[in-house]
């Protein structure tokens, strides 16, 4: 049989052409770059990869990382730790055994402050004193969560996901916190996560329960709580039915979804 016949019949009898399946649109191409770009935003933020963020004092926001070849006893002492921002990593540190710390706030690089000199501040002449208001946690020393285990970790068989706290910026395995059982679908529904660790140290937070991740009994007695206030508030106010007010109660108003999946320092 002609090869032409063969083409023929395999279009007749429906089988898929391998070349179809591989086409590739420009849109996907744009939206695979958009993606790309937006991790690439979330994991270094406005970060420089060619100047030091020293001489800008504290930046808002930076990727950071720990470098642990020129603070070796910072892994068991964290007024030992330091963290260098992104063009330091690569000019003054490269080949050393870094952590990616991801990006963290109110961070001064301390590169300059160690006793290997900046390669990118030579008007400097000589060590510069330690960034007082610096703060360090234990993901310097590349532990993370309650359990403090490195990431990834060897020991681990099982796949390993991770959140940020947005307050105290470490890294949580969903399965050691105070959260419900259900990890999956907490993990797909928020975007952010502040550790219950932070909710017992920050009392003021319990004003906002209702945005934590918390048992799914709990969950639905906080709900059915403020629907009730709402209700003996809103009826003293109106004479408008309850049963509306009930219905309006019960309508869920959840934050756009956002894509989480972040890639854990390692």
């Known amino acids: ?9 395999a279009a007749e009898g429906g089988e898929a052409n391998p070349l179809e399946q591989s086409t590739i649109t420009m849109l996907d191409v744009l939206e695979e770059e958009k993606e790309m770009e937006e991790e690439y935003a979330a994991v270094l933020g406005a970060s420089d990869e060619k100047e030091c963020t020293y001489g800008k004092g504290a930046i808002q926001r930076q990727a950071l990382y720990s470098c642990l070849t020129c603070c070796p006893e910072a892994r068991n002492d964290l007024t030992k730790a330091a963290g260098v921002c ?3 990593s690569y000019r003054c540190h490269e ?11 109110n961070f001064r690089c301390d590169c300059p402050t160690l ?10 002449d000589a060590v510069q004193p330690r960034n007082a ?5 234990q993901n ?5 969560c309650k359990c403090k285990r490195p990431y990834p970790d060897p020991e681990r068989t099982t796949e390993e996901i991770m959140l940020q706290c947005a307050i105290c910026e470490d890294w949580f ?3 050691h916190m105070e959260a419900p059982a259900a990890n999956e679908k907490w993990l797909d529904a928020c975007s952010e996560m502040i550790c219950d660790a932070c909710m017992e140290s920050h009392e003021f937070l319990r004003d906002y329960t209702g945005l934590a991740l918390q048992p799914a009994k709990e969950l639905d007695d906080s709900k059915a709580a403020v629907v009730n206030v709402e209700e003996q508030e809103q009826q003293a106010q109106s004479e408008e039915p309850l049963v509306k007010r009930s219905k309006l109660a019960e309508d869920d108003c959840r934050r756009p979804k956002t894509k989480l ?4 320092p390692g």
């Open 140 to 144: 310097f020393q590349g532990l993370y």
């Open 133 to 137: 208001d610096n703060k360090y946690n």
């Open 95 to 105: 080949h050393h055994e870094l952590i990616e710390l991801y990006t963290k706030r």
């Open 261 to 264: 999946e972040h890639k854990e």
């Open 115 to 124: 006793e290997k000199r900046c390669a990118l501040n030579p008007q400097l």
């Open 1 to 9: 049989m002609s090869d032409t016949n063969s083409a023929a019949n």
């Open 173 to 175: 395995h969903l399965a």
């Open 86 to 88: 992104l063009a330091c």
